[in-house]
């Protein structure tokens, strides 16, 4: 708007003043006032200066902007609290799974901490949930120890067959003479291995020395272990 300057001696329609100053900084749209010497005190006029004008533009150029904080690790109540103080406001909120983070704190946020936004913009956040929570299974048979396993198994020998998940779960536990075994169904297995260990017992022959003594043969136990990789549910 002009406002008319009756008291200063320039001549007539001079632009004696502004507000705001020039170089100031003013929000998008908002109105620069200047005082014009109505000349002698005589007359007076008014008028308003477009937003748009020349005048406004050096004065809306910007806001002044706000520094984002860091609220990464923070509980949510806290870094809602943190980002309000700031000037800002908080966007999306979204539960994101994280190995890294803490389950119920803020894992990640944009803009990230140490930008510049403009006052009451949003900031988006990811929230952890802790690890992901992952299971797996097994749905299958077991086969004989082959002869690259045991190359003295012989077919219809009782087998104790121990299934352990790498975590020290026992999936199985039984003993079997015909294979394949199965099926063999476990569900919501927390680790992705697991072993199956096969015990069976083998007896050597007699021997006989030059003198023709017999020496009578021995039960021997065998132990066959196998990796298994279970399948994610």
């Known amino acids: 708007m002009k406002e008319d300057d009756t008291?200063?001696?320039?001549?007539?329609?001079?632009v004696t003043g502004q507000e705001p100053a020039a170089g100031t900084f003013a929000p998008s749209g908002s109105e620069v006032k200047i005082r014009v010497a109505t000349g002698?005190?005589?007359?007076s006029s008014s008028a308003t200066?477009?937003?748009?004008?020349?005048?406004?533009?050096?004065?809306?150029?910007?806001?002044?902007?706000?520094?984002?904080?860091?609220?990464?690790?923070?509980?949510?109540?806290?870094?809602?609290?943190?980002?309000i103080e700031a000037g800002l406001r908080v966007g999306t909120i979204t539960p994101v799974s994280s190995a890294?983070?803490?389950?119920?704190?803020?894992?990640?946020?944009?803009?990230?901490?140490g930008e510049e936004a403009d006052p009451n913009s949003l900031v988006n956040l990811e929230i952890s949930t802790g690890p992901e929570k992952v299971s797996y299974y097994f749905d299958g048979t077991i086969a004989a120890p082959t002869s690259q396993e045991a190359s003295d198994y012989t077919a219809g020998v009782?087998?104790?067959?121990?299934?352990?998940?790498?975590?020290?779960?026992v999936i199985l536990n039984t003993t079997a003479t015909e294979f394949p075994y199965g099926?063999?169904?476990?569900?919501?297995?927390?680790?992705p291995t697991?072993?199956?260990?096969?015990?069976?017992?083998?007896?050597?022959?007699?021997?006989?020395?030059?003198?023709?003594?017999?020496?009578?043969?021995?039960?021997?136990?065998?132990?066959?272990?196998?990796?298994?990789?279970f399948t994610k549910e």
């Open 194 to 229: 697991g072993a199956i260990k096969m015990v069976y017992t083998v007896t050597t022959p007699d021997t006989v020395d030059a003198n023709g003594n017999v020496t009578p043969g021995k039960s021997e136990q065998r132990t066959v272990t196998r990796a298994v990789s």
């Open 40 to 43: 002698n005190g005589a007359g």
């Open 49 to 83: 200066v477009p937003s748009g004008s020349s005048a406004s533009a050096s004065a809306s150029a910007s806001v002044q902007k706000v520094k984002v904080p860091n609220v990464v690790n923070m509980p949510e109540d806290t870094a809602v609290a943190t980002l």
């Open 183 to 191: 099926p063999v169904t476990a569900h919501g297995l927390k680790v």
């Open 100 to 113: 890294e983070v803490k389950a119920d704190t803020i894992s990640r946020q944009a803009p990230a901490a």
């Open 7 to 14: 008291e200063s001696g320039k001549s007539r329609n001079t």
């Open 158 to 169: 009782p087998v104790q067959i121990i299934f352990i998940a790498s975590d020290g779960t």
